[in-house]
């Protein structure tokens, strides 16, 4: 192996910036689609449980949709093909006017991924809180609305904290298939370094050190959530099943 | 490297002793390894036109790819090896350092370009060609030079210098305004010009031509502006290798300076309606070192 070792270079400008700047890209990226995903995917797992059969199908169709289509063709699909289906203004909006167009239509892609998958995520834990505390609530009075806001999503929750943990993971490394489309986000920024300098790989060993820097942050903000919920009103996820 | 220059000093003690007569030369570093080998591996790309990809044969072809093999037959004469093999290895860009470094890839062959930067890690030849990022766009998009792009957006490819040169370019003054997106391949470019998504898209002028030729509507499209940035691309080897690297740059500049290049060039970018520029006529002039 005749390679030159230089570590140095990560810590040389500009690819220093370089490297920081993709830190951020993929930081703002990720939370920003993780902000749209969060709601839309519980809205969506709750109405696959409603009482509306319509609605409930219509749901399905949603999950089935954003759940199977890879995500690099879904990216591919809003950026490319999305603006030429729209009336004609709207494609033109999109693609002349849109502030930075690469990382709106991104972070819109990742967030209706991810929101899919949350929905399956919630609806589980929907599931798993069974047809008991559903009938309890609609029993005592409660609307569905208000079984769903005070009763069953907060048991789903907590009962879905470790699969949401994933997905909260996963979207950090998802984000990386935007690079795709032109967003320059962490894995693109050490691209973007191997191929100035042929340093390859201390470019991609700071992006992996960086990558799992953010997945221990997440995993902290995980921990403290679930340490928050499982106090809330002093019922812990055991208490809530049974 | 150390048993290299000791074996190398040998050779030359020896050399001194007998007078410089009858040289017996040792070969070293790659030259010895695929002697020993007997294949010598090429680095080449799957899609880069006209220089380096595979052919509907599913043969490996290209400019670079017919200066490289010209050169392995310069190495076979050079060591005695008239059976040496070629192996062709389609190799991503961002593989392309690795294996040559763990002795995968002899010889890299597609439109790398030489910097000073990349020195620090590899070796280049002479350079093979110059190409000027230039600007793809519409014919009818009213956009003919670089000042006609003003408070326009601009396309670039990701990881080039022209990208760099146009992010700088559009920090003047005079550019306020003027938006620059970046694309991961040539072919979302290409698709962003014939979508109005910009008004122009700046890469290496070799490039776009082969991009040009290969669109839908080719009409529609025209490669304008003077060049903004020259790089020139060259064969990449291994660092600390000068043998090897000597008979690589002795096979080019044969070819230069006996005029076989320009055959080779006609072949490869007649097709694209591009006839030899000014700036590699002169390249082949100066680089066709005499013996």
């Keep these: 192996m005749s390679y030159r070792w230089n570590w140095g270079i990560i810590f040389e400008q500009p690819y220093l910036s370089w490297l920081l ?59 490319f093909v999305f603006p030429e289906v729209v009336p004609k203004a709207v494609g033109f909006f999109l693609k002349r006017q849109l502030p930075i167009p690469e990382f709106t239509m991104g972070c819109l892609c990742l967030a209706l991924y991810t929101s899919a998958r949350i929905a399956e995520i919630i609806r589980s834990g929907l599931e798993a809180a069974g047809n008991g505390p559903r009938n309890a609530a609609l029993a005592s009075g409660m609307t569905y609305y208000q079984a769903y806001r005070y009763v069953l999503l907060p048991m789903s929750f907590r009962l879905t904290m470790p699969p949401l943990t994933s997905e909260f993971l996963a979207i950090f490394k998802n984000s990386s298939v935007a690079l795709t489309i032109g967003v320059l986000e962490l894995t693109a920024q050490s691209h973007q370094v191997e191929s100035f300098t042929f340093q390859g790989f201390e470019a991609f060993t700071a992006a992996t050190v960086l990558y799992a820097l953010i997945s221990w942050a997440c995993l902290g903000i995980a921990g403290a959530v679930n340490r928050q919920l499982s106090n809330a009103g002093g019922l812990g996820t055991e208490v809530a099943i049974k | 490297m150390r048993i290299n220059s000791l074996s190398l000093g040998l050779a030359l003690a020896f050399a001194a002793c007998t007078g410089g007569g009858a040289f017996a030369e040792d070969l070293t570093g790659t030259l010895k390894k695929i002697k020993d080998n007997g294949v010598i591996t090429l680095g080449t790309r799957e899609s880069s036109k006209p220089f380096s990809y595979i052919d509907k044969e599913n043969k490996t072809v290209g400019f670079t790819v017919d200066l490289c093999n010209r050169v392995v037959d310069v190495i076979r004469n050079k060591i005695s090896a008239p059976d040496l093999k070629i192996k062709y290895l389609t190799t991503a860009p961002a593989a392309r350092i690795p294996l040559l470094a763990n002795g995968t890839l002899d010889m890299e062959c597609s439109t790398t370009s030489i910097t000073l930067s990349r020195m620090h890690q590899v070796a280049f030849s002479s350079p093979t060609f110059v190409v000027g990022a230039r600007i793809l766009t519409k014919v009818t998009s009213g956009v003919s030079n670089w000042e006609d792009l003003k408070g326009k957006i ?24 003027t938006k620059v997106i970046t694309f991961a391949d040539h072919a979302a470019g290409l698709l962003a010009v014939e979508n ?9 002028d070799i490039v776009l031509y082969g991009i040009k030729a290969g669109a839908r509507q080719e009409a529609e499209l025209k490669v304008t502006g003077d060049p903004l940035t020259f790089e020139t691309y060259a064969i990449v080897i291994r660092r600390d290798d000068p043998d090897f690297r000597l ?42 070192f005499m013996p």
């Design chain 2, 196 to 204: 109005d998504r910009v008004d122009g898209y700046v890469t290496d």
């Design chain 2, 154 to 177: 601009i396309g670039v490819a990701q990881g080039t210098n022209g990208e760099k040169t146009v992010k700088s370019l559009v920090e003047t003054p005079a550019y306020k305004g």
């Design chain 2, 247 to 288: 008979v690589v740059d002795t096979a080019l500049s044969e070819m230069y300076r006996s005029g076989e290049i320009a055959a080779i060039y006609k072949k490869w970018f007649e097709p694209l309606g591009v006839p030899m520029s000014e700036a590699n006529v002169f390249l082949y002039k100066i680089a066709g």
């Design chain 1, 21 to 79: 700047q993709g830190l951020g890209v993929t930081v703002a990226l990720s939370c920003l689609a993780w902000a749209i995903a969060l709601p839309l995917g519980t809205l969506v797992g709750s109405l696959r449980t409603g009482p509306y059969r319509a609605i409930r199908l219509l749901c399905a169709w949603y999950v089935q949709a954003f759940r199977n289509v890879p995500l690099i063709v879904q990216m591919f699909l809003w950026f």
